[in-house]
């Protein structure tokens, strides 16, 4: 099970369930990539997002990290059936959780609907490992679903997510069974919430972290039991 048998039918999916409102939290804060020169985007999805990243990065080059080969496949003819050059664009088909980054710094990651795919030990250490790639000042951008504090709007948060867990476990075999709020882990590894856009009644969220100049990552450490988060 994987990534792999949901590639056809993405695009489709993603329109008909949430129209544009994916794309802009996706797109939110793409604007902050200008000065970029190195770009990492984990789980990039299909094709716009990486035009949007391209047109507002245009000194970036931009390396697109996603562990199912046919995802990018389809995004790499998606983008040159669109006239789109790659020419700043490096496709690698592998694991967060293994790979082993370039001897570069990037200073962006974009990590959007991805990290709520991980249970809370799992995401503890991709979020590290991915702090270790990056240098000091790096932008962070990010998208994901959230369960509001309380009220209908939790409980419509609940049902919608029982629903798309339980879906993408059994399609894809992700980890995860519930939503993990990410800022625990950002903020032990040297990050820091500039900006958070709320939207769709505190269903989604995009956020903008920067890396504090004068914090170094921990590094690459083993998986361990973390304390759950209340969802």
Partial sequence: MSFDQLAPHYRWMETVLAGPLLHRCRTRFVSELAAARQVLVLGPGRSRFT??????????HVTLLDSSRAMLERLERDLEASGVSTGRVTFVHGDVRTWSAPPVSFDAVTTHFFL??????????????????????????????????????RQRARVLHAFMYTFFRTTTGISARSVTPPDPSLHRAGFRLVSRDISNHGLLHADLWVR??????????????AAGYRT
């Fill in 51 to 60: 035009q949007a990243v391209l047109q507002s990065a245009p000194g970036a």
């Fill in 116 to 153: 709520d795919c991980f249970e809370p030990a799992e995401l503890d250490v991709v979020v590290e490992r991915v702090a270790h790639w990056t240098a000091p000042g790096a932008r962070w951008l990010l998208s994901d679903f959230q369960v509001p504090a309380q009220g209908w709007r």
């Fill in 212 to 225: 504090a100049s004068h914090v170094k990552p921990a590094g690459n450490r083993q998986p361990q039991m």
